[in-house]
């Protein structure tokens, strides 16, 4: 403990007990093996992402992704009207995070493409994929576009995970992935 100074002044020359060498190797050990475990995971853990990112002026993207919506909407949500839409196959779908909403409601077709593009128009949230666990951050003024390909019909969740204020808590939305020929 530093509460009196040290009784030697030169104590940085002291010999290194053998108990903190150990210390000191297992730790750097540890570094090593999580670095690892990130190329390992990368391609064995199907949970971190190859998106492409560029960079996006945030009333850009809201733009896109308004236009987005009122070309595709379908219907609208029955207890909060956020629209639902619906991309064509193999198309382009957006979805934009803000205080504290991920807007709109997308509708996929299972075993179709899509290249989705998700960024904030204003601060740093987390994007979350449930019960899946597909995890992106999302920061304004970056575009993610990510391939993706729903294998699973289903209602899917879409929570904040980085906290960004006093609504993070109710920051969802929602991803429909219907079987082609149902829904609409
Ligand atoms: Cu958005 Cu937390």
């Given at each position: ?51 492409q ?29 956020i ?5 064509p ?48 951050q ?47």
């Amino acid at each position: 403990m530093a509460i009196h100074p040290p009784q030697s002044r030169v104590w940085w020359k002291e010999p290194i007990a053998k108990a903190e060498l150990v210390w000191i190797g297992v730790a750097f050990l540890w570094g090593l093996i999580m670095f690892f475990m990130m190329i390992y995971w990368h391609i064995y853990g199907q949970q971190n992402l190859s998106t492409q990112v560029g960079r996006i002026d945030p009333a850009v993207f809201e733009q896109r992704t308004n236009d987005f919506a009122e070309k595709f909407k379908v219907r609208e949500e029955g207890d909060t009207g956020i629209p639902v839409v619906k991309p064509p196959a193999g198309g382009d779908a957006y979805m934009l995070a803000r205080t504290y909403e991920w807007w709109p409601v997308l509708e996929l077709e299972k075993g179709k493409s899509y290249k989705l593009h998700i960024s904030s128009l204003d601060l740093q949230h987390g994007f979350s994929l449930q019960p899946i666990n597909m995890n992106i951050q999302v920061h304004p003024g970056l575009e993610h576009v990510v391939t993706i390909t729903p294998t699973e019909a289903g209602i899917y969740g879409v929570v904040c995970n980085e906290y960004c204020g006093l609504g993070h808590h109710v920051m969802t939305g929602r991803i429909y992935v219907v079987d082609s020929g149902q829904g609409g």
